[in-house]
């Protein structure tokens, strides 16, 4: 059973557009949702991360907007710059199984 | 850099055969995840240790194995490499034994198997 299913699997966005990536996830044990960024190369980066007592978080450029009556959470990235060309991965957790389970991640690409 | 240390960075092998990779939490994290990511499959959970007991396992091979030491490092020792084992390992670590808010999971840089 897939635990939590990522949209789109790639976007392509232009310098200064919004870029948004979708979750949904099933099990409403989860409690903590984050995102995680990641360049190649590189391990996972956490990004930003919400619970879900609140809709909304922002961090600088990067909100995430959580609805839990249909149990989606997006990540939703403004002026959206080059250095942001990466692979996104959101994640749930912890559960009963107490370790996170990734979506299968977004490749963003900002174009200059 | 998240703190969490990976060694080696890379590692090339022959089918068949037995490797070790190698994990250093942060410092005060007593939990460790240890994950496998390739292209088709993404970021799979294999096991996590806790101060030093197994906590919980997922898609782990039965020809994986872990532990983890009193000095809180944990190794993943794979073996009967197999040409589809070529992957990317991630090691997490996180204070608590739940990943969770006020206890995030911090990745280290992965140690890249390529088995030939």
């Known amino acids: 059973q ?11 966005v232009q310098k200064g557009g919004i870029s948004i990536i979708n979750c949904a996830y099933e099990n409403t044990a989860f409690d903590y949702f984050p995102w995680y960024q990641q360049f190649p190369g590189k391990g996972p980066a956490l990004l930003i991360a ?11 450029r990067f909100t995430i907007s959580f609805n839990k009556s249909a149990k989606q ?14 692979t996104y991965f959101c994640a749930v957790g ?19 | 850099d998240s703190g969490v240390t990976q060694t080696p960075k890379h590692l090339i092998t022959a089918t068949g055969q037995r490797v070790t990779l190698r994990c250093s939490p942060r ?31 997922g898609n782990i091979l039965e020809r994986f194995s872990a532990q983890q030491f009193p000095d ?3 190794e993943l020792n794979l073996s009967s490499l197999e040409l589809g084992d070529s992957a ?12 969770g ?16």
């Open chain 1, 2 to 12: 897939q635990q939590v299913k990522q949209s789109p699997q790639s976007l392509i």
């Open chain 1, 50 to 60: 919400i619970r879900p007592d609140v809709s909304e978080k922002k961090e600088g």
């Open chain 1, 73 to 86: 959470f997006s990540l939703h990235i403004m002026d959206s710059q080059p250095g942001d060309s990466a």
């Open chain 1, 94 to 112: 912890p559960g009963s199984a107490r370790q996170l389970t990734f979506g299968s991640g977004t490749q963003l690409t900002v174009l200059p």
């Open chain 2, 27 to 57: 410092s005060g994290d007593l939990s460790v995840y240890w994950y496998q990511q390739s292209l088709d499959q993404g970021l799979q959970f294999l096991i996590q240790y806790y101060n030093g007991e197994e906590r919980a396992k």
């Open chain 2, 72 to 74: 809180l490092h944990s």
């Open chain 2, 88 to 99: 990317l390992y991630f090691c997490a670590s996180s204070l608590s034994p739940s990943a």
């Open chain 2, 101 to 116: 808010a006020g206890t995030e999971a911090f990745f280290g840089q992965g140690t890249r198997l390529t088995v030939v």
